[in-house]
């Protein structure tokens, strides 16, 4: 079943059923419909099986899925039973925070450097780990083998740090930079781009605002 | 035009039409043609014209479209033409990184106030704005008309937050808190969840490195 090509907006409702599961087995819940789930995620349970469907179905008898296995089976399925090690290139109050998130720990993402080009920040320490300069950043990931780069840089900077890492083999780049990274086949790249986000609210807000001059 | 109910997933895709266009607008293009733009954008030709009719088409004539006024109109469209006041809960990191974000200003997202419940962090000055304990929010709200709160805090605190923000009147909240929050209809929430996005990234990492290992 691992061998279908499953579509991204699966994908990437995953993480959301597996907030909701962890959230249901801290409470104890052992067993669950998909009709219950539905309501608690206010998802339709057609849709929660066929997302489900895609995997196998995650053997449902009777009266629901068994929380735990489901947790522990969507886990497998997002990766979280591997360490990642990854980087962060910018060490502002984006990336300092990201380091800082002890999550991304617990989930298996494991903090182990962090860059920046500007002297000031050099040696200051994120959660124990110091700030690198940016010239050490190749050094670092001939030496570590590092799966992610996180980039919490302006775009002009990205550019030049995306050969860097293409050139030393990093798989994957969580770009919060506010670009589009132009990266070869092979190398995945996951953008959270704040200001996309914050212009979608911005658009529904002036609707509604238009919607009540109107009214 | 205006009236027509556009989907959420055009809505999401116009702040990068304005991204892009804004680069041509920098680059002095006058004109662009669907064609030029979709190979500049990875994105089909009629995709872009599709998503532009929702909107009246923008007057593609002959060669093009006019750069700059594409620009100006999807402005308009996602209410950047308005100003919106804001205020952030949670000072930490993230908080205080979106409270420097420049960019945001000149977007005509205004930082207004921010908030946190670490006696510690009050009097901090994020970007000439100080810290206000928690305690301070509602009042703070009742004095001064905000339109979106930035919830930079924890789930458990979120939930109590989101209490006052909605007894206050507040229109819109831009939640990074690791939780769906439970809001009345008509109170717009834009979720930007961390954690979703990196597991989308490691699913794909570990779902590359099954092939490799098979290959």
Known sequence: METKEISQAVVGRLPRYLRYLGELRDEGVERISSQELSERMQVTASQIRQDF???????????????????????????????????????????????????????????????????????????????????????????????????TIPKTSAVDTVDILVKKGIRAIWNFAHVDLNVPEGILVENVHLSDSLMKLSYNLSRRMKEQTKG
């Open 53 to 151: 469907n895609n995997f196998g179905g995650f053997g449902q008898q009777g009266y629901g899925y068994n929380v735990e296995y489901l947790y522990e089976e969507i886990s497998k399925i997002l990766g979280l039973d591997r360490k990642h090690d990854f980087v962060i290139i910018g060490a502002g109050n984006l990336g300092r925070a990201l380091g800082n998130y002890l999550n991304f720990e617990r989930r298996g993402f494991i903090f182990k450097g962090i860059f920046d080009i500007d002297p000031q920040l050099v040696g200051e320490k994120v959660r124990g780990v110091e700030v690198m300069p940016i010239e050490e950043l190749e050094n670092f990931l001939e030496q570590n083998p590092i799966d992610i780069a996180v980039l």
